[in-house]
């Protein structure tokens, strides 16, 4: 009997050596994950890394004899946003193969992979629409502001 377990316990190890490797493996990939794109006209080039942030960016020696500057920003910016979903692209080709069968990448790397849209909301914003309001909120215009009520204790009434 001691034999089977021993047997199963050194199984299960396995499977946890395991596991944790391909966890490991896809983190590496993960953190490698980039995206890079060059504008039209070769005056930008952006490199975006894995979380988003741009990690390297060229401009072309005539890049400001060509655009003027606001228009160069926004080539900058449009450039950026092309390299940003490459690397999101690129993340998710990571992910997919070790994720079960219809999770969402992309909701997952966001972390709202498992979560409704009234538990991302942040705490202190607006309700979605469709939420049932709080208590406080209901009676709202009948309560005394608390600023009304403390000026008329000091006025003494």
């Known amino acids: 009997m001691t034999t089977d377990h021993h047997d199963q316990v050194e199984e299960l190890l396995a499977d946890y050596r395991r596991s944790r490797e391909q966890l490991a493996s ?3 990939d993960l953190a490698a994950a980039s995206g890079s794109a060059t504008s039209p006209d070769g005056a ?3 490199t975006v890394g894995s979380h988003g942030t741009l990690t390297a960016l060229v401009l072309s020696d005539d890049a400001y004899q060509r ?3 606001q228009q ?5 910016l449009r450039t950026a946003e092309l390299a940003a979903a490459r690397a999101a692209d690129s993340a998710h080709r990571v992910l997919a193969p070790v994720l ?3 999770t969402d990448p992309e909701a997952l790397l966001r972390g709202t992979a498992d979560l409704r849209p009234e538990e ?3 705490l202190g914003t607006a309700p ?3 939420s ?8 709202y215009e009948q309560r005394e502001s608390w600023l009304d009520s403390e000026t008329t204790q000091r006025r003494g009434r």
Do not use: N
């Open 67 to 69: 655009h003027r500057p």
């Open 44 to 46: 930008v080039t952006a």
């Open 72 to 76: 160069l920003a926004d080539l900058v």
């Open 26 to 28: 896809v983190q590496r």
């Open 120 to 122: 991302i909301t942040p």
């Open 100 to 102: 079960p069968s219809g």
């Open 132 to 139: 049932v309001p709080r208590e406080e909120d209901e009676d």
């Open 128 to 130: 979605l629409h469709g």
